[in-house]
C-alpha cells in the first residue's frame, strides 16, 4: 500500500530548468494525495517567485545569492544572506512541520534541505545535470534519497543513495501530438524541412546574434527556421530584421506550445540545459547543442557531451557557432539518415516516468 503524503516541501530553483521538474513532481505528488499541502521554497527576486504561484502553488522566498565568482564586498552580503536565510529556513520547517523535503537544485535548496534535516524530517534530492552543482554535493552528506539522471553520479554522491530516475519533463510532452496540429500551428506544410532555435527560457544572446549574422544564408534555402528570441531579446531583433526578414523565418518571444515546436521540428538547436535535454530525449530529436558558457562548473559541457559521446547529439562551442553553426545543421536536417540515427539513439536515453519514480522514492521515505 503505497503511503499517503499530507505536508511536503520542495525547494529551489533559479532557472526553468530548476522550475519545471519541481513544479512536475508537485504535480504528481497532488495528482496521487489531492488533499496534500504543498510548499514551495525559493529564492527572492528569482523566476520561481513568479511561476510557482501562476501554477497555483503557494510559495516563501528565502534572501540567498550565488556564491560571488571572484573575491569583493560581495563576499560579505553573501554570507549576510546565507545566515539570514538559514534562519528563515529552520523557522519554514518547524512551522510547516513537513513529512518530507525535496531539493530540486538552486540558491534556496541548500539552507531549506539542512533546516530540514536539523529537524530529522527525510529528505531527497533530485540532480538534473551530469555534473553535480556544489549545493547538491554538500547536501549528499545530509539527505536520505539522491535521484540523477545521468550514469557515474557515483563520482559525487555517496553510491548507496543514488536512484537513477531521469529528469521530469512538462507533462503536455509525453502525450501523444497530432502532427497535423502541430504544422497549423505553425502555418507549415508536411513537406517543409524545418530546424526549431530554442535558447531556454529567457533566451540565449549568442545564438540570436548567430541567427542574425546568418540571415543571408537562411534566406538562401528553402529550410523553415522557427525562432524564439527569449522576451529580453525580442524587440532588438524584430527592429533589426524590419527590413530583413526572410520569408522562410517565424519570430517568436516565446513559444507557449512546445509540444507543437518540438512535433514540427527536424532540427533543434539549442542550449544544453538538463531539462531542455531531457525533453529532447523524450520527443526523439537530432539536436545541435550549444553549450553555455556562462553557468557554473560548465556543466552544460558536460551534459552536451554525455550525449555526444553516445552518438545521441552533436556539439558546438559557443565561440565557434557565427561561422559553423547554420552549415552544420542545413547539412543536418537534409541528411535524411543522418537525422534518423540522432534520433533513435537520443531515444534510448529517455525516461518518460522520471516524475513517477521520483514520487515513488518520496513514498519510501516515508515508510
Known amino acids: 500500500m503505497k503511503k499517503k503524503i499530507n505536508r511536503v516541501i520542495l525547494s529551489g530553483g533559479g532557472t526553468g530548468g530548476h522550475i519545471f521538474p519541481a513544479l512536475a513532481i508537485a504535480n504528481e505528488i497532488r495528482r496521487r494525495n489531492p488533499d496534500a499541502e504543498i510548499l514551495f521554497v525559493g529564492a527572492l527576486g528569482r523566476m520561481e517567485m ?33 545566515m539570514q536565510s538559514a534562519s528563515m529556513a529552520r523557522k519554514i520547517v518547524k512551522d510547516f512541520k513537513p513529512e518530507v523535503a525535496i531539493g530540486v537544485g538552486g540558491y534556496a535548496s541548500g539552507p531549506l534541505l539542512r533546516a530540514a534535516a536539523k529537524f530529522k524530517v527525510p529528505t531527497l534530492i533530485q540532480e538534473q545535470n551530469s555534473y553535480a552543482g556544489i549545493t547538491n554535493k554538500l547536501l549528499s552528506k545530509k539527505v536520505k534519497s539522491i535521484c540523477v539522471a545521468y550514469d557515474k553520479m557515483e563520482r559525487f554522491f555517496p553510491k548507496e543513495k543514488i536512484v537513477f530516475t531521469g529528469n521530469p519533463v512538462r507533462e ?137 559521446e553516445k552518438e545521441a547529439a552533436l556539439m558546438l562551442r559557443d565561440d565557434e557557432i557565427d561561422i559553423r553553426l547554420f552549415p552544420l545543421a542545413f547539412e543536418v536536417v537534409n541528411n535524411a539518415e543522418k537525422c534518423s540515427r540522432l534520433s533513435e539513439k537520443i531515444k534510448g536515453l529517455a525516461r518518460p516516468e522520471a516524475t513517477k519514480t521520483i514520487v515513488d522514492e518520496v513514498e519510501k521515505l516515508l515508510k
Open 50 to 82: 513568479e511561476k510557482v504561484p501562476a501554477a497555483g502553488y503557494k510559495i516563501i522566498g528565502l534572501p540567498v545569492m550565488g556564491f560571488p565568482r571572484k573575491p569583493s564586498l560581495k563576499m560579505i552580503t553573501f554570507f549576510r544572506k546565507l
Open 172 to 308: 503536455n510532452l509525453i502525450q501523444k501530438i497530432d502532427k497535423q496540429e502541430a504544422l497549423n500551428y505553425f502555418g507549415l506544410n508536411e513537406t517543409d524541412k524545418v530546424i526549431l532555435i530554442v535558447g531556454g527560457s529567457l533566451g540565449a544572446r549568442s545564438i540570436n546574434n548567430a541567427v542574425l549574422k546568418n540571415i543571408k544564408s537562411i534566406a538562401d534555402t528553402d529550410i523553415k527556421v522557427v525562432w524564439q528570441t527569449g522576451a529580453i531579446y525580442y524587440d532588438r531583433i524584430e527592429e533589426e530584421l524590419k527590413t530583413s526578414k526572410p520569408g522562410n523565418l517565424q519570430v517568436h518571444k516565446f513559444i507557449s506550445r512546445m509540444d507543437l515546436a518540438y512535433a514540427v521540428a527536424d532540427l533543434v538547436i539549442s542550449r544544453a540545459g538538463a531539462g531542455t535535454i531531457s525533453e529532447l530525449c523524450l520527443v526523439e530529436k537530432a539536436s545541435v547543442l550549444v553549450p553555455s558558457p556562462n553557468v557554473a562548473e560548465d556543466h552544460q559541457t558536460k551534459n552536451a557531451l554525455a550525449l555526444v
